[in-house]
């Protein structure tokens, strides 16, 4: 759906669907320098990232591999406990596997900090992060994303698989959510 269906909920689009796909052509163009003569598999982090691992695999001029992890958000709201589970885990061994970690945002980066310690334990030849957004202002862990597609301002935004209470996923922009949604 178009920020047109949903009149009202966004205070303002942040990226159109136009800047988020040239931007990911941009991000499989580096990838292919950088791993030229290497096969990668794709790790995608459900559900925020389905939209992202679409596109930029199919950006990317060359086979690849793509698997899937869910896991569980860390304690209640948006506290720290520091607390992943595995919901799904990889059907993929990891082993002597050149792995980029694809995901739709890096909030405060406890997520992957945690997936990606969890990820390189498994004997992978190596383990980059692909990202479409970062939010720099709410980062709380050190997590090194080689490929950024946007840093944008630590405010709520949906769309393009971002969901506030599992709706605006298939939102095809990216916009900030009006307060008088969620409050
Ligand atoms: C989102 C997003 C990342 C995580 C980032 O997932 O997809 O996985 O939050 O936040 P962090 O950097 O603060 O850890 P969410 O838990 O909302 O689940 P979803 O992908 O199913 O929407």
Redesign the pocket.
């Known amino acids: 759906m178009e920020h047109t269906d949903v009149p009202g909920d966004l205070t303002e689009t942040l990226l159109t669907e136009q800047q988020i796909q040239g931007r990911l052509r941009e991000l499989a163009a580096q990838i292919e320098i950088d791993y030229a003569g290497r096969d990668i598999l794709l790790v995608g982090?459900?559900?925020?990232?389905v939209m992202v691992m679409a596109d930029l695999a199919r950006s990317l001029d060359r086979h690849v591999e793509m698997d899937w992890m869910?896991?569980?958000?860390?304690g209640s709201g948006?506290t720290s406990s520091g607390v992943v589970r595995i919901l799904k885990d990889l059907d993929t061994d990891l082993t002597g596997r050149h792995v980029i970690v694809v995901?739709?945002?890096?909030?405060?980066?406890?997520?992957?900090?945690w997936l990606i310690s969890n990820l390189r334990s498994r004997g992978p030849a190596s383990v980059e992060i692909a990202t479409l957004l970062r939010?720099p202002d709410?980062?709380?862990?050190r997590?090194e994303p080689k490929y950024v597609g946007f840093d944008i301002p630590d405010a709520f935004v949906v769309g393009y698989?971002?969901?506030f209470d599992e709706r605006y996923?298939n939102l095809r922009c990216i916009g900030t959510l009006s307060p008088h949604v969620y409050s």
Not at 45 to 49: E, N, S, T, Y
């Open positions: 982090v459900l559900k925020g990232a869910a896991i569980s958000s860390y948006t995901e739709d945002i890096i909030d405060t980066g406890l997520t992957l900090s939010k709410a980062l709380q862990m997590v698989g971002l969901d996923r």
